[in-house]
């Protein structure tokens, strides 16, 4: 099958079919744009910058790109856990995933057309919650008083 019938097959997710709009390019400059943010921000960026060396961003980005391609688009190039590298960061709290959700919640919507914004979020805020969840069990801590974050109280 050439790339372009694999292109022209309906990719369905959560029952409804994907914005043929939404492609490699899209989540490259979603990624990428997402990651500048969190370079500059006060409160995330000294966290990456502790834990990517200056050179080794370029790998990390494209490994992000592969983790949304997988999310989004069904691809199967993302290899790794994603939660390992969270659980090692004492200080992760509340206060962080706030901001990291508000940060892509600002790049989605100057990015993608509203409806592949919606699904960006819809899946950052699982993320967010399940490492929420994650976070706080690997602490010994209780996940009962854990609720999910809404997109309309961030």
């Given at each position: 099958m050439s790339e372009t019938d694999q292109r022209r097959k309906t990719i369905v997710v959560d029952?409804?079919?994907?914005?043929?709009v939404l492609d490699e390019t899209m989540i490259r400059g979603v990624v990428h744009g997402f990651y500048d943010e969190i370079r500059r921000d006060d409160l995330?960026?000294?966290?990456?910058q502790e834990r990517i060396e200056a050179d080794k961003?370029?790998?990390?980005?494209?490994?992000?790109?592969?983790?949304?391609?997988?999310?989004?688009?069904?691809?199967?190039?993302y290899e790794g856990?994603?939660?390992?590298?969270?659980?090692s960061i004492a200080a992760?709290?509340?206060?962080?995933?706030?901001r990291w959700l508000k940060l892509f919640r600002a790049t989605v919507h100057r990015v993608c057309p509203p409806k592949v914004a919606a699904l960006f979020m819809d899946r950052a805020l699982r993320i967010a919650h399940s490492f929420r969840l994650a976070v706080?069990?690997?602490?010994?801590?209780?996940?009962v008083g854990i609720d999910p974050i809404i997109e309309r109280d961030l």
């Open positions: 029952g409804v079919p994907l914005p043929d995330l960026g000294p966290i990456f961003w370029p790998q990390h980005l494209a490994k992000m790109c592969d983790f949304w391609s997988a999310t989004l688009l069904r691809t199967s190039r856990r994603p939660l390992p590298p969270h659980l992760l709290s509340e206060v962080h995933f706030r706080a069990f690997n602490r010994g801590e209780s996940t």
